[in-house]
Protein backbone atom coordinates (compact mmCIF):
# COMPACT_ATOMS: atom_id res chain seq x y z
CA UNK A 1 0.00 0.00 0.00
CA UNK A 2 1.27 3.50 -0.93
CA UNK A 3 2.84 5.27 2.88
CA UNK A 4 -0.03 7.54 2.59
CA UNK A 5 -2.97 9.62 1.34
CA UNK A 6 -3.82 13.04 1.42
CA UNK A 7 -7.42 13.76 3.06
CA UNK A 8 -8.50 15.11 -0.96
CA UNK A 9 -6.95 15.35 -4.10
CA UNK A 10 -5.92 19.09 -4.88
CA UNK A 11 -5.69 21.01 -8.40
CA UNK A 12 -2.32 22.64 -8.75
CA UNK A 13 -3.05 26.21 -9.83
CA UNK A 14 -0.42 29.48 -10.44
CA UNK A 15 2.70 27.85 -8.05
CA UNK A 16 0.00 26.65 -5.22
CA UNK A 17 -1.96 23.54 -4.16
CA UNK A 18 -5.24 24.21 -3.30
CA UNK A 19 -8.33 22.78 -2.69
CA UNK A 20 -12.04 23.46 -3.68
CA UNK A 21 -15.60 23.41 -2.41
CA UNK A 22 -16.97 21.14 -5.54
CA UNK A 23 -15.66 17.43 -4.98
CA UNK A 24 -15.79 14.19 -6.98
CA UNK A 25 -15.98 10.83 -5.01
CA UNK A 26 -13.39 8.21 -5.60
CA UNK A 27 -13.47 4.32 -5.59
CA UNK A 28 -11.01 1.90 -5.58
CA UNK A 29 -12.01 -0.47 -8.29
CA UNK A 30 -10.96 -3.98 -7.06
CA UNK A 31 -11.76 -3.33 -3.47
CA UNK A 32 -14.60 -0.88 -3.64
CA UNK A 33 -13.42 0.89 -0.66
CA UNK A 34 -13.36 4.79 -0.80
CA UNK A 35 -10.52 7.05 -1.95
CA UNK A 36 -9.90 10.70 -1.01
CA UNK A 37 -12.30 13.10 -3.19
CA UNK A 38 -11.06 14.82 -6.39
CA UNK A 39 -11.46 18.50 -6.01
CA UNK A 40 -12.95 19.79 -9.31
CA UNK A 41 -12.02 23.15 -10.32
CA UNK A 42 -14.26 26.18 -10.13
CA UNK A 43 -15.09 28.66 -12.86
CA UNK A 44 -12.77 31.73 -11.00
CA UNK A 45 -9.65 29.09 -10.07
CA UNK A 46 -10.00 28.09 -13.91
CA UNK A 47 -9.64 31.81 -14.94
CA UNK A 48 -6.43 32.04 -12.91
CA UNK A 49 -5.25 28.55 -14.20
CA UNK A 50 -5.26 30.72 -17.99
CA UNK A 51 -3.82 33.26 -17.13
CA UNK A 52 -1.17 31.75 -15.33
CA UNK A 53 -0.47 29.61 -17.73
CA UNK A 54 -0.33 32.10 -20.40
CA UNK A 55 2.14 34.48 -18.34
CA UNK A 56 4.32 31.46 -17.88
CA UNK A 57 4.39 30.52 -22.21
CA UNK A 58 6.72 33.30 -22.45
CA UNK A 59 8.85 32.47 -19.33
CA UNK A 60 9.55 28.96 -20.34
CA UNK A 61 10.60 29.53 -24.38
CA UNK A 62 12.70 32.48 -22.50
CA UNK A 63 14.96 29.15 -20.54
CA UNK A 64 17.75 27.84 -23.10
CA UNK A 65 16.33 24.60 -24.74
CA UNK A 66 19.46 23.16 -22.97
CA UNK A 67 18.57 23.93 -19.59
CA UNK A 68 14.90 22.80 -20.39
CA UNK A 69 16.18 19.45 -21.00
CA UNK A 70 18.32 19.20 -18.13
CA UNK A 71 14.98 19.90 -16.24
CA UNK A 72 13.26 16.96 -18.19
CA UNK A 73 16.19 15.00 -17.21
CA UNK A 74 16.22 15.33 -13.59
CA UNK A 75 12.40 15.01 -13.35
CA UNK A 76 12.87 11.43 -15.40
CA UNK A 77 15.50 10.38 -12.99
CA UNK A 78 12.71 11.84 -9.80
CA UNK A 79 9.98 9.69 -11.67
CA UNK A 80 12.55 6.03 -11.44
CA UNK A 81 13.23 6.74 -8.30
CA UNK A 82 9.26 7.09 -7.27
CA UNK A 83 8.25 4.36 -9.50
CA UNK A 84 7.59 1.74 -6.58
CA UNK A 85 5.29 4.11 -5.30
CA UNK A 86 3.40 5.44 -8.33
CA UNK A 87 2.73 1.91 -9.47
CA UNK A 88 1.17 1.01 -5.50
CA UNK A 89 -0.80 4.11 -6.20
CA UNK A 90 -1.90 3.74 -9.47
CA UNK A 91 -2.87 -0.13 -8.59
CA UNK A 92 -4.63 0.95 -5.65
CA UNK A 93 -6.80 3.81 -7.66
CA UNK A 94 -7.58 2.34 -11.29
CA UNK A 95 -6.82 -1.88 -10.76
CA UNK A 96 -4.27 -1.68 -12.82
CA UNK A 97 -1.79 -4.56 -11.17
CA UNK A 98 1.18 -3.34 -9.34
CA UNK A 99 4.14 -5.32 -11.97
CA UNK A 100 2.33 -3.38 -14.68
CA UNK A 101 2.40 -0.06 -12.98
CA UNK A 102 6.39 -0.18 -12.29
CA UNK A 103 6.50 -0.90 -15.69
CA UNK A 104 4.71 1.98 -16.62
CA UNK A 105 6.31 4.42 -14.37
CA UNK A 106 9.73 3.44 -15.89
CA UNK A 107 8.61 3.44 -19.72
CA UNK A 108 7.52 7.39 -18.14
CA UNK A 109 10.93 8.22 -16.83
CA UNK A 110 12.44 7.44 -20.51
CA UNK A 111 9.62 9.10 -22.31
CA UNK A 112 10.84 12.33 -20.32
CA UNK A 113 14.18 11.70 -21.34
CA UNK A 114 13.22 11.05 -25.18
CA UNK A 115 11.38 14.55 -25.24
CA UNK A 116 14.37 16.08 -23.43
CA UNK A 117 16.82 15.32 -26.22
CA UNK A 118 14.24 15.90 -28.75
CA UNK A 119 14.15 19.91 -27.19
CA UNK A 120 17.52 19.74 -28.48
CA UNK A 121 16.92 18.54 -32.48
CA UNK A 122 14.24 21.40 -32.77
CA UNK A 123 15.30 23.00 -36.56
CA UNK A 124 13.75 24.44 -39.52
CA UNK A 125 15.54 24.22 -43.22
CA UNK A 126 16.51 26.54 -45.40
CA UNK A 127 14.22 26.99 -48.80
CA UNK A 128 15.87 27.21 -52.16
CA UNK A 129 14.69 30.45 -53.14
CA UNK A 130 17.44 30.39 -56.12
CA UNK A 131 14.82 27.94 -57.73
CA UNK A 132 11.61 30.81 -58.89
CA UNK A 133 12.46 34.10 -60.60
CA UNK A 134 11.14 36.15 -57.98
CA UNK A 135 12.84 34.46 -55.51
CA UNK A 136 16.59 34.89 -56.30
CA UNK A 137 18.91 36.47 -54.68
CA UNK A 138 16.97 35.75 -51.35
CA UNK A 139 17.81 34.09 -48.65
CA UNK A 140 14.78 31.84 -47.74
CA UNK A 141 14.86 29.61 -43.86
CA UNK A 142 11.91 28.07 -42.13
CA UNK A 143 12.59 28.37 -37.95
CA UNK A 144 10.10 26.67 -35.52
CA UNK A 145 8.62 28.65 -32.21
CA UNK A 146 6.22 26.94 -29.45
CA UNK A 147 2.33 27.22 -29.92
CA UNK A 148 2.41 28.66 -26.23
CA UNK A 149 -0.53 27.27 -24.08
CA UNK A 150 -1.04 23.61 -24.54
CA UNK A 151 -4.49 22.14 -22.70
CA UNK A 152 -3.56 18.24 -21.96
CA UNK A 153 -6.67 15.81 -21.19
CA UNK A 154 -5.76 12.30 -20.15
CA UNK A 155 -7.29 9.26 -19.47
CA UNK A 156 -7.33 6.94 -16.56
CA UNK A 157 -5.49 3.59 -18.13
CA UNK A 158 -2.00 4.59 -18.65
CA UNK A 159 -2.11 7.66 -16.84
CA UNK A 160 1.07 8.06 -16.04
CA UNK A 161 3.43 7.80 -19.29
CA UNK A 162 0.53 9.43 -21.38
CA UNK A 163 1.03 12.35 -19.15
CA UNK A 164 4.33 11.90 -19.97
CA UNK A 165 4.33 11.65 -23.61
CA UNK A 166 1.72 15.00 -23.11
CA UNK A 167 4.32 17.19 -20.69
CA UNK A 168 7.46 15.62 -22.25
CA UNK A 169 7.33 17.49 -25.96
CA UNK A 170 5.21 20.16 -24.64
CA UNK A 171 7.97 21.36 -22.03
CA UNK A 172 11.00 20.30 -24.40
CA UNK A 173 9.55 22.69 -27.41
CA UNK A 174 9.30 25.94 -24.89
CA UNK A 175 5.18 25.89 -24.48
CA UNK A 176 3.59 25.81 -20.82
CA UNK A 177 1.37 23.43 -20.61
CA UNK A 178 -2.53 23.19 -18.38
CA UNK A 179 -3.00 19.92 -17.62
CA UNK A 180 -6.54 17.89 -16.82
CA UNK A 181 -6.21 13.88 -16.54
CA UNK A 182 -9.14 11.87 -14.78
CA UNK A 183 -10.37 12.07 -12.20
CA UNK A 184 -10.35 7.90 -11.74
CA UNK A 185 -6.45 8.30 -11.89
CA UNK A 186 -6.02 11.89 -10.08
CA UNK A 187 -4.20 10.66 -6.87
CA UNK A 188 -1.76 8.84 -9.01
CA UNK A 189 -0.94 12.51 -10.96
CA UNK A 190 -1.28 14.30 -7.70
CA UNK A 191 1.67 12.08 -7.00
CA UNK A 192 3.49 12.20 -10.36
CA UNK A 193 3.54 15.91 -10.15
CA UNK A 194 4.74 16.23 -6.74
CA UNK A 195 7.44 14.11 -8.03
CA UNK A 196 8.39 16.31 -11.04
CA UNK A 197 7.67 19.63 -8.89
CA UNK A 198 10.17 18.30 -6.55
CA UNK A 199 12.99 17.05 -9.11
CA UNK A 200 12.96 21.04 -9.74
CA UNK A 201 10.37 21.38 -12.76
CA UNK A 202 9.80 24.70 -12.35
CA UNK A 203 6.29 25.37 -11.00
CA UNK A 204 4.93 27.97 -13.78
CA UNK A 205 5.32 25.28 -16.15
CA UNK A 206 2.26 23.71 -15.14
CA UNK A 207 -0.90 23.92 -13.95
CA UNK A 208 -3.20 20.91 -12.58
CA UNK A 209 -6.76 21.09 -12.80
CA UNK A 210 -9.79 18.84 -12.46
CA UNK A 211 -13.52 18.34 -13.95
CA UNK A 212 -15.36 18.07 -16.81
CA UNK A 213 -16.58 21.47 -17.05
CA UNK A 214 -13.35 22.66 -16.89
CA UNK A 215 -12.09 20.23 -19.43
CA UNK A 216 -15.19 21.51 -21.71
CA UNK A 217 -13.75 25.51 -20.81
CA UNK A 218 -10.26 25.03 -21.54
CA UNK A 219 -10.80 23.12 -25.21
CA UNK A 220 -12.69 26.65 -25.97
CA UNK A 221 -10.62 28.88 -24.07
CA UNK A 222 -9.03 31.31 -26.17
CA UNK A 223 -5.50 31.76 -24.24
CA UNK A 224 -5.13 27.69 -25.23
CA UNK A 225 -3.19 27.01 -28.57
CA UNK A 226 -3.27 23.55 -28.40
CA UNK A 227 -5.29 20.82 -27.53
CA UNK A 228 -3.74 17.17 -26.84
CA UNK A 229 -6.40 14.92 -26.12
CA UNK A 230 -6.18 10.96 -25.03
CA UNK A 231 -9.59 9.50 -24.70
CA UNK A 232 -12.88 7.95 -26.38
CA UNK A 233 -13.27 8.48 -29.96
CA UNK A 234 -16.99 10.25 -28.80
CA UNK A 235 -15.09 12.38 -26.89
CA UNK A 236 -12.53 12.99 -29.29
CA UNK A 237 -14.95 14.19 -31.57
CA UNK A 238 -16.56 16.54 -28.94
CA UNK A 239 -13.18 18.16 -28.39
CA UNK A 240 -12.47 18.84 -32.28
CA UNK A 241 -15.79 20.37 -32.30
CA UNK A 242 -15.66 23.09 -29.98
CA UNK A 243 -11.76 23.57 -30.41
CA UNK A 244 -12.03 26.29 -33.31
CA UNK A 245 -9.39 26.72 -34.91
CA UNK A 246 -7.00 25.67 -32.30
CA UNK A 247 -4.93 23.09 -33.55
CA UNK A 248 -5.35 19.81 -31.83
CA UNK A 249 -4.22 16.11 -31.36
CA UNK A 250 -6.62 13.48 -30.88
CA UNK A 251 -5.48 9.88 -29.12
CA UNK A 252 -8.59 8.08 -29.49
CA UNK A 253 -10.21 4.52 -29.75
CA UNK A 254 -9.14 1.20 -31.27
CA UNK A 255 -10.66 -2.09 -31.84
CA UNK A 256 -7.31 -4.53 -32.02
CA UNK A 257 -7.15 -6.37 -34.62
CA UNK A 258 -4.50 -9.36 -35.53
CA UNK A 259 -4.22 -11.85 -38.64
CA UNK A 260 -3.08 -14.80 -37.85
CA UNK A 261 -1.83 -16.30 -41.61
CA UNK A 262 -1.86 -20.25 -42.52
CA UNK A 263 2.42 -19.88 -41.95
CA UNK A 264 2.06 -18.22 -38.75
CA UNK A 265 4.48 -19.01 -35.70
CA UNK A 266 1.46 -20.94 -33.80
CA UNK A 267 2.19 -20.97 -30.76
CA UNK A 268 3.79 -17.77 -30.57
CA UNK A 269 1.26 -15.69 -31.93
CA UNK A 270 -1.50 -17.94 -29.66
CA UNK A 271 0.38 -17.26 -26.45
CA UNK A 272 0.56 -13.01 -27.55
CA UNK A 273 -2.93 -13.01 -28.65
CA UNK A 274 -3.88 -14.24 -25.07
CA UNK A 275 -1.48 -12.34 -23.44
CA UNK A 276 -2.12 -8.71 -24.96
CA UNK A 277 -5.90 -9.25 -25.13
CA UNK A 278 -6.00 -9.62 -20.93
CA UNK A 279 -2.95 -7.44 -20.05
CA UNK A 280 -4.27 -4.34 -18.40
CA UNK A 281 -7.53 -5.97 -18.09
CA UNK A 282 -8.00 -5.06 -21.89
CA UNK A 283 -8.23 -1.49 -20.79
CA UNK A 284 -6.01 -0.16 -23.75
CA UNK A 285 -6.76 1.05 -27.06
CA UNK A 286 -4.53 -1.37 -28.57
CA UNK A 287 -5.41 -4.34 -26.65
CA UNK A 288 -5.99 -7.62 -28.85
CA UNK A 289 -9.25 -7.40 -29.03
CA UNK A 290 -10.18 -9.08 -32.77
CA UNK A 291 -8.26 -12.43 -34.27
CA UNK A 292 -8.73 -13.46 -37.17
CA UNK A 293 -7.31 -16.62 -37.85
CA UNK A 294 -6.85 -18.85 -41.07
CA UNK A 295 -9.47 -21.70 -41.24
CA UNK A 296 -6.83 -24.30 -41.60
CA UNK A 297 -5.02 -23.47 -38.00
CA UNK A 298 -8.04 -21.83 -36.30
CA UNK A 299 -8.99 -24.56 -33.98
CA UNK A 300 -5.84 -25.46 -32.93
CA UNK A 301 -5.34 -21.68 -32.49
CA UNK A 302 -8.01 -21.30 -30.39
CA UNK A 303 -7.65 -24.19 -27.83
CA UNK A 304 -3.88 -22.77 -27.28
CA UNK A 305 -5.65 -18.84 -26.56
CA UNK A 306 -7.29 -20.92 -24.21
CA UNK A 307 -4.77 -22.59 -22.29
CA UNK A 308 -2.50 -19.56 -22.09
CA UNK A 309 -5.22 -17.59 -21.13
CA UNK A 310 -6.18 -20.21 -18.38
CA UNK A 311 -2.59 -19.63 -17.03
CA UNK A 312 -3.69 -15.77 -16.12
CA UNK A 313 -3.71 -15.02 -12.43
CA UNK A 314 -6.55 -12.36 -11.42
CA UNK A 315 -6.67 -11.01 -8.46
CA UNK A 316 -5.53 -7.93 -6.44
CA UNK A 317 -3.89 -5.51 -8.33
CA UNK A 318 -1.57 -4.67 -5.24
CA UNK A 319 -0.27 -8.43 -5.60
CA UNK A 320 3.27 -8.81 -7.96
CA UNK A 321 1.73 -12.22 -8.48
CA UNK A 322 -1.28 -10.92 -10.11
CA UNK A 323 -1.60 -11.01 -14.13
CA UNK A 324 -5.39 -9.66 -14.61
CA UNK A 325 -6.75 -6.72 -12.19
CA UNK A 326 -9.91 -5.12 -11.83
CA UNK A 327 -11.28 -2.87 -14.89
CA UNK A 328 -11.88 1.04 -13.77
CA UNK A 329 -15.51 0.59 -12.52
CA UNK A 330 -18.42 -1.35 -11.66
CA UNK A 331 -20.15 0.38 -14.13
CA UNK A 332 -17.42 -0.33 -17.02
CA UNK A 333 -17.84 -4.33 -16.03
CA UNK A 334 -21.53 -4.39 -16.67
CA UNK A 335 -21.21 -2.56 -19.64
CA UNK A 336 -18.27 -5.25 -21.20
CA UNK A 337 -20.91 -7.84 -19.44
CA UNK A 338 -23.28 -6.94 -21.57
CA UNK A 339 -21.33 -6.98 -24.79
CA UNK A 340 -20.10 -10.70 -24.25
CA UNK A 341 -23.81 -11.45 -23.43
CA UNK A 342 -24.71 -10.11 -26.96
CA UNK A 343 -22.15 -11.65 -28.77
CA UNK A 344 -23.65 -15.11 -27.65
CA UNK A 345 -27.05 -13.90 -28.24
CA UNK A 346 -25.98 -13.36 -31.96
CA UNK A 347 -24.29 -16.47 -32.27
CA UNK A 348 -20.60 -16.30 -30.52
CA UNK A 349 -19.65 -19.41 -28.11
CA UNK A 350 -17.97 -18.92 -25.10
CA UNK A 351 -14.88 -21.10 -24.18
CA UNK A 352 -13.90 -18.72 -20.96
CA UNK A 353 -15.34 -16.16 -18.79
CA UNK A 354 -18.16 -14.07 -19.62
CA UNK A 355 -18.47 -13.13 -15.84
CA UNK A 356 -18.04 -10.48 -13.50
CA UNK A 357 -17.89 -9.59 -9.91
CA UNK A 358 -17.98 -5.97 -9.20
CA UNK A 359 -15.39 -4.66 -11.35
CA UNK A 360 -13.62 -8.00 -11.73
CA UNK A 361 -14.39 -9.20 -15.25
CA UNK A 362 -13.01 -12.63 -15.81
CA UNK A 363 -10.73 -13.36 -18.70
CA UNK A 364 -13.32 -13.91 -21.35
CA UNK A 365 -12.74 -15.83 -24.83
CA UNK A 366 -15.01 -16.01 -27.53
CA UNK A 367 -15.02 -17.82 -30.82
CA UNK A 368 -16.86 -17.99 -34.15
CA UNK A 369 -17.69 -14.46 -33.40
CA UNK A 370 -20.17 -12.88 -36.06
CA UNK A 371 -18.38 -9.49 -37.86
CA UNK A 372 -21.46 -7.54 -37.46
CA UNK A 373 -21.53 -7.94 -33.32
CA UNK A 374 -20.63 -4.70 -31.64
CA UNK A 375 -17.34 -6.92 -29.42
CA UNK A 376 -16.46 -6.68 -33.15
CA UNK A 377 -16.84 -3.20 -34.45
CA UNK A 378 -16.76 -1.51 -31.43
CA UNK A 379 -14.59 -0.93 -28.86
CA UNK A 380 -15.00 -3.80 -26.11
CA UNK A 381 -12.14 -2.07 -23.42
CA UNK A 382 -12.04 -4.92 -21.45
CA UNK A 383 -10.68 -8.13 -21.26
CA UNK A 384 -12.52 -10.07 -24.24
CA UNK A 385 -10.99 -11.44 -26.75
CA UNK A 386 -13.02 -12.18 -29.97
CA UNK A 387 -11.54 -15.30 -32.54
CA UNK A 388 -12.88 -15.48 -36.21
CA UNK A 389 -11.84 -17.79 -38.69
CA UNK A 390 -11.28 -16.75 -42.57
CA UNK A 391 -10.64 -18.42 -45.20
CA UNK A 392 -9.49 -15.63 -48.00
CA UNK A 393 -6.96 -13.12 -46.49
CA UNK A 394 -8.92 -9.98 -48.48
CA UNK A 395 -11.40 -11.56 -46.63
CA UNK A 396 -9.63 -10.24 -43.33
CA UNK A 397 -8.22 -6.87 -44.67
CA UNK A 398 -11.65 -6.00 -45.76
CA UNK A 399 -12.87 -6.87 -42.32
CA UNK A 400 -10.30 -4.81 -40.50
CA UNK A 401 -10.80 -1.93 -42.63
CA UNK A 402 -14.63 -2.04 -42.95
CA UNK A 403 -14.99 -0.79 -39.12
CA UNK A 404 -14.79 2.84 -37.87
CA UNK A 405 -11.30 2.47 -36.01
CA UNK A 406 -7.21 3.21 -37.99
CA UNK A 407 -5.23 2.69 -34.99
CA UNK A 408 -2.83 -0.24 -35.00
CA UNK A 409 -2.81 -3.59 -36.71
CA UNK A 410 -0.93 -7.06 -36.26
CA UNK A 411 -0.11 -9.89 -38.49
CA UNK A 412 1.38 -13.01 -38.04
CA UNK A 413 3.07 -14.15 -41.05
CA UNK A 414 6.64 -16.30 -42.33
CA UNK A 415 6.14 -13.99 -45.94
CA UNK A 416 7.61 -11.23 -46.41
CA UNK A 417 5.05 -10.25 -49.39
CA UNK A 418 2.22 -10.92 -47.32
CA UNK A 419 3.42 -8.78 -44.89
CA UNK A 420 3.95 -5.78 -47.34
CA UNK A 421 0.50 -6.50 -48.58
CA UNK A 422 -0.69 -5.95 -45.14
CA UNK A 423 1.11 -3.07 -44.86
CA UNK A 424 0.27 -1.49 -48.20
CA UNK A 425 -4.19 -2.75 -47.69
CA UNK A 426 -4.46 -2.16 -44.19
CA UNK A 427 -5.22 1.65 -43.11
CA UNK A 428 -4.14 1.96 -40.21
CA UNK A 429 -1.61 4.05 -37.96
CA UNK A 430 0.80 0.97 -37.20
CA UNK A 431 0.95 -2.34 -39.03
CA UNK A 432 2.83 -4.28 -36.46
CA UNK A 433 4.78 -7.35 -38.35
CA UNK A 434 4.85 -11.25 -36.65
CA UNK A 435 3.36 -8.78 -33.62
CA UNK A 436 0.02 -7.86 -32.19
CA UNK A 437 -1.46 -4.45 -32.29
CA UNK A 438 -0.73 -4.19 -28.98
CA UNK A 439 2.62 -2.48 -29.05
CA UNK A 440 4.13 0.92 -28.81
CA UNK A 441 7.52 1.89 -28.38
CA UNK A 442 7.66 5.62 -26.90
CA UNK A 443 10.10 6.83 -29.75
CA UNK A 444 8.14 5.31 -32.49
CA UNK A 445 5.41 7.59 -33.80
CA UNK A 446 1.81 6.49 -32.38
CA UNK A 447 -1.92 7.73 -33.41
CA UNK A 448 -4.33 6.62 -35.98
CA UNK A 449 -6.87 7.47 -38.85
CA UNK A 450 -10.42 7.39 -39.07
CA UNK A 451 -11.94 7.24 -35.69
CA UNK A 452 -8.77 7.13 -34.06
CA UNK A 453 -7.49 10.32 -33.85
CA UNK A 454 -5.59 13.48 -35.54
CA UNK A 455 -1.59 13.65 -35.41
CA UNK A 456 1.65 11.36 -33.98
CA UNK A 457 2.19 11.31 -30.62
CA UNK A 458 6.31 10.55 -29.71
CA UNK A 459 8.56 13.16 -28.81
CA UNK A 460 10.28 13.69 -31.98
CA UNK A 461 6.91 13.75 -33.46
CA UNK A 462 4.67 15.52 -30.90
CA UNK A 463 7.42 18.03 -30.71
CA UNK A 464 7.18 19.37 -34.20
CA UNK A 465 2.81 19.13 -33.92
CA UNK A 466 3.39 21.00 -30.55
CA UNK A 467 5.55 23.92 -32.50
CA UNK A 468 4.52 26.44 -35.11
CA UNK A 469 6.84 26.84 -38.30
CA UNK A 470 7.71 30.49 -39.30
CA UNK A 471 9.14 31.47 -42.50
CA UNK A 472 11.71 34.58 -42.79
CA UNK A 473 13.05 35.97 -46.00
CA UNK A 474 16.08 38.07 -45.90
CA UNK A 475 16.57 40.36 -48.90
CA UNK A 476 20.20 40.34 -49.36
Not at 190 to 195: D, I, K, S
Not at 235 to 240: F, H, N, P, S, T
Request: net charge negative.
Amino acid sequence: MPASLPDFVPLFIDGHWTGSARRQAGTAPFTGAPLPPVCECEEAQLDDALDAAVRASIQVVEMPARERAARLYAAAAAVRDAAPDLARIMALETGKPVRDGLTEALRSAETLELSAQEGLRIEGAQVPMESSAIGAGKLGVSVRFPVGVVAAITPFNAPINLTAHKLGPAWAAGNAVILKPSPQAALTIHRLVEVILGAGIPSHWLQLVQGDEAAARMVRAPQVDFVSFTGSSRIGEIVKASSGLKRVALELGGNGFTIVAADAPLEEAAEACARNSMRLAGQSCISVQNVCVHRDIYDEFVQRVVHHVDRLRVGDPLDEATDVGSVISVKSAMRIQSLVDAAVAEGARLLRGGTHVGAVVQPTVLADVPAHCETVRGEVFGPVIALMPYDDLQSAFDLVNAGPYGLQAGIYTSSLPLAMQALRTLRMGAVIVNGTSTWRSDQAPYGGVKASGIGREGPRFAVRELTEERFVVFNV
